[in-house]
């Protein structure tokens, strides 16, 4: 509950000395990431806020990059890459955006994670080059705050200091490209620059874009290739080279896959031995074949993935995917019902998961009920409530969380015994809807993935009660169902 909205006010004095401190380090030796983190410190001190971050946006103008942060925990850092259309896009717009409570406004792409680490207010301005956005700097604050025209204009100063910073970088970096190692400089070479093409369209082999995806899913920032590291010189020229396939910059760490051929695994080891040897401050790590494939079953992902599984024929969500899509329902249901408690019931088993994420994902106070009824092909001649709601839920705002329509005959039952109890509203939330068999036209108000008619399992759904565990949704091998009820 945020109360009341916090005016701080700023000397033009305490600006000017922020101002003289940040074109200092600017212009200092120090590597352009501590000159960042040094100009985020002291934009942030000078503007009274609790954390501030610089961004750069790579050459194909797709993702922004964290270059400088200061007051920003590790974890709200770690929450992802942002994607630049998505991101508070009128930045890159050349405009100025404030953001006035950062839990519930839709522009913010981790709302969850602000609401986290107690983010209430944003003022972002875009670092201009040649007049086109090349990054920005955002301002965070704890408590609710409005920004003076003062403010602001700081702010884009500092930006404009940014501009020149990351130009001159850059600058450096293409005279670095031309430079030819004499002999001292080939005893001990730099560490080369990192190239800003970073987020490939294509992969040179799939494994590296399954890699990028399990990244992703952890919100693990990486960059492509960003590196080429000389390994040997013949008469002042590069001779050998070597490329690693991933950086995490946040880990200060290089991934090299070996997944294509095993016999180049000892050409792989003698290649980081020697880069160890020149560049020792590198961290390097080779990730062999079976590693990986164990990785991506994990998740569901690869040959290993689907053959562990006896009995799925393909894999239809990856867990990344339905967390994804799980996180974009629950955004739209926080913002529907801004304001408002929700009650959110669930039939038993199979909405477990589904229900469990997103609820996490909900930035509403909410309370948790679940039903259970008998099947078709049980006991029962009739379907039946086995397990009715504890709570009252008249006079409520209900959510009815499905993991799965299909018919439609078991939605219709429970919404007809829910509304006969006058709750103030009633919806219907499913993760799945096999929309092609449906009878009976059940309305449903948030839908994650409309699915073929096939027999799905995994993330909760069972086949005679095996499967729920998996973390993947996928298609059970037809030749398992011979005519048999689904449960
Ligand atoms: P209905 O046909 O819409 O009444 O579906 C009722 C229930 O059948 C769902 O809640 C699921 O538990 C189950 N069900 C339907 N299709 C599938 C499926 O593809 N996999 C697993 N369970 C299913």
């Known amino acids: 509950m945020r109360i009341g909205v916090r005016k701080v006010g700023k000397s033009r004095g305490s600006y000017y000395s922020a101002l003289k401190r940040i074109t200092r380090v600017a212009n200092s030796a120090i590597s352009l990431r501590r000159i960042c983190n040094a100009i985020a410190k002291s934009t942030a001190k000078a503007m009274q806020a609790n954390g501030c971050r610089i961004l750069s946006l790579n050459s194909q103008k797709e993702y ?18 942002l994607a630049a259309h998505k991101s508070l896009p009128d930045i890159l717009e050349g405009k100025a955006v404030f953001i006035a409570d950062a839990a519930t406004d839709e522009r913010v792409q981790h709302p969850q994670m602000a609401l986290a680490q107690g983010i209430s207010s944003i003022l972002g301005v875009p670092v201009l ?44 970096q293409l005279l670095e490209q031309d430079y030819k190692p004499s002999e001292k400089r080939r005893k001990s070479p730099q560490v080369p620059p990192v190239r800003t093409t970073l987020r490939p369209t294509t992969f040179a082999h799939p494994s590296e874009e399954d890699f990028a995806k399990l990244l992703d899913f952890y919100c693990i920032e990486w960059l492509y290739e960003p590196r080429s590291f000389p390994l040997r010189w013949k008469g002042g020229r590069i001779a050998e080279m070597f490329t690693p396939d991933f950086y995490l910059p946040e880990l200060d760490l290089y991934i090299e896959l070996t997944t294509l ?58 867990h990344a995917q339905i967390q994804r899509r799980v996180r ?33 994902q909900l930035s509403l106070p909410v309370t948790l009920d679940f039903m259970a009824i008998s099947y078709y092909g049980g006991e029962d001649q009739v379907v039946k409530i086995t397990r009715d709601v504890d709570s009252s839920i008249t006079g409520q705002h209900v959510m009815m969380v499905e993991d799965i329509v299909d018919t439609g005959m078991t939605l219709n039952y429970i919404l007809g015994h829910l509304s006969a109890h006058n709750p103030a509203s009633l919806r219907v939330c499913t993760l799945l809807d096999k929309r092609a068999r449906r009878l009976i036209d ?27 565990n998996l973390p993947f949704i996928g298609i059970l091998h037809p030749e398992l169902i011979k005519g048999n009820a689904p449960r």
């Open 261 to 318: 051929k095993q016999n180049l695994l000892t050409e792989k080891n003698r290649k980081r031995r020697r880069l160890k040897e020149l560049y020792p401050e590198v961290n390097i790590k080779l990730l062999n074949k079976n590693d990986f494939l164990k990785l991506l079953a994990k998740y569901g992902y690869g040959p290993l993935g689907t053959a562990k599984v006896e009995g799925i024929d393909r894999v239809l969500y990856s």
């Open 328 to 360: 974009t329902l629950a955004r739209r249901i926080s913002r529907d019902y801004a304001g408002q408690r929700l009650m959110l019931v669930g039939v038993l088993k199979g909405v477990v998961c589904f229900m469990a994420d997103l609820m996490q």
């Open 442 to 468: 059940v309305p449903l108000d948030y839908v994650g993935f409309e699915i073929p008619d096939e027999f799905v399992v995994g993330y909760g759904l069972d086949y005679k009660g095996e499967y729920r």
């Open 64 to 81: 922004l990059i964290t270059v400088g942060t200061h007051g920003l925990s590790d974890l709200y850092l770690k929450k992802g890459p």
């Open 129 to 172: 080059g040649k007049g086109h956005a090349i990054g920005e700097i955002r301002i965070y604050t704890r408590e609710p705050r409005q920004f003076s025209e003062a403010d602001k204009s700081f702010l884009f100063s500092v930006a404009n200091i940014c501009a020149v910073v990351f130009e001159r970088a850059e600058l450096h």
